[in-house]
């Protein structure tokens, strides 16, 4: 079975920074896409970043030029480096493995628990 540890939440104050990052363990061959969605209370959870293999990434339009998503292949690991922080962007922070293809050949996906953002002076 596969597991997503995310680390790295806590409170900031706005225009401040933060970085998470999430672990993913178990029996993998290959994650297609690793990523980040938030969820702030009473509203949808919503994709904040998402990167491939190859390097490719995806942004949400209300993150771009401050957010930065990162990963390594062969760790099965994956940072989202927060700058410029809004208190928009108080939320719980959901690390996201996508397509995840096992030894046993089944694929799947997969969601850490959360970990909160609060952004606030």
């Known amino acids: 079975q596969v597991q997503l540890v995310e680390s790295g939440g806590g409170l900031v104050q706005p225009g401040g920074s933060l970085r998470l990052s999430c672990a993913a363990s178990?029996?993998?061959?290959?994650?297609?896409?690793m990523g980040w969605y938030r969820q702030a209370p009473g509203k949808q959870r919503e994709l904040v970043a998402i990167?491939?293999?190859?390097?490719?990434?995806n942004y949400a339009d209300s993150v771009k030029g401050r957010f930065t998503i990162s990963r390594n292949n062969a760790l099965n690991t994956v940072s989202l480096q927060m700058n410029s922080l809004k208190p928009e962007d108080t939320a719980v922070y959901y690390c996201?493995?996508?397509?995840?293809?096992?030894?046993?050949?089944?694929?799947?996906?997969?969601w850490g628990q959360g970990t909160q953002v609060t952004v606030s002076s």
């Open positions: 178990g029996s993998i061959l290959r994650i297609n896409v």
């Open positions: 996201n493995a996508d397509n995840v293809l096992l030894v046993s050949g089944r694929v799947s996906d997969y």
């Open positions: 990167i491939n293999t190859g390097g490719s990434t």
